[in-house]
């Protein structure tokens, strides 16, 4: 590790500005990815900015009827918050499922967001990966990559973001609430779906936030129909791994029919995929497996597995089947 | 820089703390409390588990800075004087340990577990150290050693 100054914010102007000024600083949120990657030296950080004792740490009600996660609030606490449990299920599963209780007790809602790639040659500095070194190629393509993408990958980068709770929010239509350096004393709000990207020519940005933009809060929409929601993550062990394939989804009957779907994946892509063709297909459609498995296979259509991620393609596949089957009451939850 | 935090209940100070140093090294290397175990460093195997505020936590990816002014508690914590908390009395009756390199990890993870789950079920047993890798024991007699600390409590 190279040598660093360590800084406690104590608002959040501070923060944006002192990170804003210097191009080497970064905010620190839980550390568990940060101080991990400074040992790894995949981060060089020369300043670190400690956000978690700013007053974002509580979970609020917002008029009509949503919620406002602070960015600073844990995932144990946010898994563990009633609202969240009974009004969006799919959240508090999602957090359960990811990493361990050592690891959430500290985890934040925004670190966790911005949490990087798990891709293995990114995470070794000694291999050649345009993420972490643009232009110097990609290891994974052709290397170990059975934990890579199958959806909107690029030749320069087939990683995926490893977060379950990035998936569970973007399932949920979620906002995230950022505050930048060039955005005076307001915020703005990026949908949850939007804030990350796919690698296209640039693999080294994750996100569409730029250097000094903090997150400060994820609003919940009221979506009544997330009661009915569940996050369903196949992985090599029962606990404690990173998923192959996740699912995030929600579902409200209308009568005999699908009124509304939501539906996101994870372990296929570099950001969380939301499924709009599988919702386009259902909408309307009866809750039958034939239906489901056809929506699967809508969106599934354009998957590029690499040479080792094949089984991916019915994984998902197989997984949204089954987590749909579940919410509409066709086999036990 | 100066680190203020209280561990095990007494207000300790280390000097010439380097703010990137870990919690854990802290806790090891400076104030003398080698319990808490450093295996990977990376927040994988939970053997450098300890409390901060009353929750576990990984210390090796705490960055010392972030334990200014908290409460910290080890394994070294857990005992009152000579006797043993049922935890690691049941660690040792059950022949829970072999190199006993993830056992302090383990010891504060189920501590945790009981005080907030004091019947746990062996489903909630195994979540709950899930962040607890141990490379010896083959975990039988870990879920042995818990099950009987809450029988015991
Ligand atoms: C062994 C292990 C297993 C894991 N398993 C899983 C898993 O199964 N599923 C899963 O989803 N995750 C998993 N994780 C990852 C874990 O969830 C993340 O490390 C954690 O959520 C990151 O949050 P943090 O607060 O510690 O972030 P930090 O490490 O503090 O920060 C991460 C990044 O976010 C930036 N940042 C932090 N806060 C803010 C903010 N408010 N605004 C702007 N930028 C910010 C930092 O600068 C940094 O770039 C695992 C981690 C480990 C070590
Ligand atoms: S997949 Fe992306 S992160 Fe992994 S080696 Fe290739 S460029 Fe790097
Ligand atoms: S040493 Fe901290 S988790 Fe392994
Ligand atoms: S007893 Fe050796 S690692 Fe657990």
């Known amino acids: 590790m190279i040598p660093f100054d360590y800084r406690r914010a104590g608002d959040a102007e501070t923060a944006v500005a002192a990170v804003a000024g210097n191009p080497g600083a970064a905010f620190l949120g839980g550390g568990t990815n940060l101080v991990d990657h ?48 009974t009004r969006y299920p799919v959240l508090a599963e999602a957090l359960l499922s990811g990493a361990s209780g050592q690891l959430r007790n500290l985890a934040t809602t925004g670190g966790n967001l911005l949490q990087r790639t798990r891709c293995g040659y990114f995470q ?5 990966c345009n993420k972490r070194r643009p232009g110097e190629g990609c290891s994974a393509r052709e290397g170990y990559h059975r934990y890579h993408a199958i959806l ?25 609430r950022v505050r930048g350096p060039r955005d005076g004393h307001g915020e703005r709000a990026i949908p949850a779906a939007e804030l990350h990207r796919l690698p296209g020519e640039h693999p080294e940005w994750d996100t569409v936030l730029g250097h000094g933009d903090l997150i400060t809060a994820v609003d919940l929409p009221p979506l009544p129909m997330a009661a009915r929601s569940r996050y369903r993550k196949v992985r090599d062990r029962a606990s404690y791994a990173f998923a192959l394939v996740s699912v995030a989804a929600a579902v409200e009957l209308t009568g005999d029919v699908i009124g509304d779907v939501r539906i996101a994946l994870g372990g296929v892509a570099h950001k969380p995929w939301r499924a709009t063709l599988a919702e386009a ?53 | 820089m100066r680190l203020n935090v209280t561990v095990n209940g007494r207000p300790r100070q280390a000097d010439d703390v380097w703010p990137g140093e870990s919690l854990l090294y802290v806790l090891r290397e400076r104030l003398g409390l080698p319990g808490s175990k450093n295996a990977c460093e990376q927040g994988e195997c939970g053997s450098c588990t300890v409390y901060l505020d009353d929750v576990p936590v990984c210390s090796c990816l705490v960055a010392a800075g972030q334990a200014e002014g908290r409460q910290v508690r080890t394994v070294e914590g857990l005992a009152e004087g000579d006797r043993l908390d049922p935890v690691q009395q049941s660690f040792v009756d059950a022949g829970a340990v072999q190199c006993g390199f993830c056992t302090p990890g ?4 189920a501590h945790d577990l009981l005080r907030r789950t004091p019947r746990p079920s062996d489903e909630e047993i195994r979540e709950a150290l899930a962040g607890n890798l141990c490379r010896c024991t083959g975990y039988e007699k870990i879920l042995d050693a818990v099950r009987t600390a809450a029988d015991a409590s």
């Open chain 1, 152 to 176: 909107g990958a690029s030749p320069h980068c087939v990683a995926v973001h490893p977060s379950d709770l990035a998936v569970a929010l973007t399932a949920l239509d979620a906002v995230v």
């Open chain 1, 38 to 85: 400074m040992k790894l030296g995949v981060a060089e950080p020369d300043l670190l900015v400690d956000v978690t004792r700013l007053p974002f740490d509580s979970v609020d009600p917002l008029p009509g009827g949503g919620l406002r996660i602070g960015a600073g609030v844990r995932n144990s606490d946010l898994a563990a918050d009633e609202r969240v449990r």
């Open chain 1, 281 to 333: 297909a259902l909408r309307g459609r009866p809750p039958d497996r034939a239906e489901f498995r056809a929506a699967a296979e809508a969106e599934l259509a354009d998957a590029q597995p690499l040479r080792d991620n094949r089984f991916k393609v019915p994984m998902a596949r197989n997984t949204i089947v089954s987590v749909l089957a579940g919410l509409t009451g066709e086999e036990p939850r």
């Open chain 1, 124 to 128: 070794d500095v000694t291999t050649p």
């Open chain 2, 106 to 109: 383990l010891v504060v993870a």
